[in-house]
């Protein structure tokens, strides 16, 4: 049985800022403080924190939604990929970003719920704050 949790964080920028930031190289490396490579189209593919995350966008629902195939240096050889849906929500002073991580190998679900607090969302929050 696959790991999946759902988290969500608001920011202070509007859905089409925060889907723009995402889905470019530049912008998402900035807020996460590493490198990121993205191919900001559907099957294009996507790599962050210097490879150590890769996959695939599968969806766009532009300023809505984003689906992406996502795995880690860290999944069993010959797991697939685990399953993340972006949902952009306007909210009064911004967006609510939700996250659906799923299909994640067994045991890994924990780390992965805390590595995006920490490696995502706080440094987000900060990024969207100052950000123009």
């Given at each position: 049985?696959?790991?999946?949790?759902?988290?969500?964080?608001?920011?202070?920028?509007?859905?089409?800022?925060?889907?723009?930031?995402?889905?470019?190289?530049?912008?998402?490396?900035?807020?996460?403080?590493?490198?990121?490579?993205?191919?900001?189209?559907?099957?294009?593919?996507h790599s962050e924190f210097s490879g150590y995350i890769t996959g695939r966008t599968l969806e766009l629902e532009p300023h809505r939604?984003?689906?992406?195939?996502?795995?880690?240096?860290?999944?069993?050889?010959?797991?697939?990929?685990?399953?993340?849906?972006?949902?952009?929500?306007?909210?009064?002073?911004?967006?609510?970003?939700?996250?659906?991580?799923?299909?994640?190998?067994?045991?890994?679900?924990?780390q992965y719920e805390e590595g995006w607090h920490e490696h995502y969302f706080r440094s987000m929050v900060q990024y969207f704050q100052?950000?123009?």
């Amino acid at each position: 049985m696959a790991d999946k949790f759902t988290v969500s964080v608001d920011l202070k920028a509007s859905p089409q800022r925060v889907f723009e930031a995402w889905m470019s190289s530049e912008e998402h490396g900035a807020f996460t403080g590493d490198a990121a490579e993205i191919d900001p189209r559907v099957g294009g593919e996507h790599s962050e924190f210097s490879g150590y995350i890769t996959g695939r966008t599968l969806e766009l629902e532009p300023h809505r939604r984003i689906v992406q195939s996502w795995r880690t240096t860290e999944f069993p050889e010959g797991s697939p990929d685990s399953h993340l849906e972006l949902l952009l929500e306007p909210i009064k002073g911004g967006t609510r970003l939700t996250l659906q991580h799923s299909q994640i190998p067994d045991g890994q679900g924990r780390q992965y719920e805390e590595g995006w607090h920490e490696h995502y969302f706080r440094s987000m929050v900060q990024y969207f704050q100052t950000a123009k």
